[in-house]
């Protein structure tokens, strides 16, 4: 199994910044994608950011695109998150998501972290 711990979350004044981190453990033979996802009350969970496993290929939801930058260390098995320009609808729990091989076979499994919470004030 493969464990992912986010940390970094807390209450940011709008116009702050906040940098979150995950950390991911286990049986992991490679990192193929890494990604914020995250979910604000009544709302379903939406994308925030992926990276591929090599960093070569970025993704942003539109609502965080020019105020987020997603970033990873694959060596430490650890990807972030700068969130700078922070909105009060940035607020939210936002879970790391990874797709990991965890063998040889060449399957990829899905696993999620617990999530951080995020509270930006107006």
């Known amino acids: 199994q493969v464990q992912l711990v986010e940390s970094g979350g807390g209450t940011v004044p709008a116009g702050g910044s906040r940098r979150l981190s995950c950390g991911a453990s286990?049986?992991?033979?490679?990192?193929?994608?890494m990604a914020w996802y995250r979910q604000g009350s009544g709302n379903q969970r939406e994308l925030v950011a992926s990276?591929?496993?090599?960093?070569?290929?970025?993704n942003y939801g539109d609502s965080v695109k020019d105020r987020f930058t997603i970033s990873s260390d694959i060596a430490k098995k650890e990807v972030y998150l700068q969130m700078d320009g922070l909105r009060p609808e940035d607020t939210g729990v936002y879970y790391c998501?990874?797709?990991?091989?965890?063998?040889?076979?060449?399957?990829?499994?899905?696993?999620w972290g617990q999530g951080t919470e995020v509270t930006v004030s107006s």
């Open positions: 990276i591929s496993g090599g960093g070569s290929s970025i």
């Open positions: 998501y990874a797709a990991v091989r965890t063998d040889g076979s060449g399957q990829v499994g899905r696993f």
């Open positions: 286990g049986s992991i033979v490679r990192i193929t994608l």
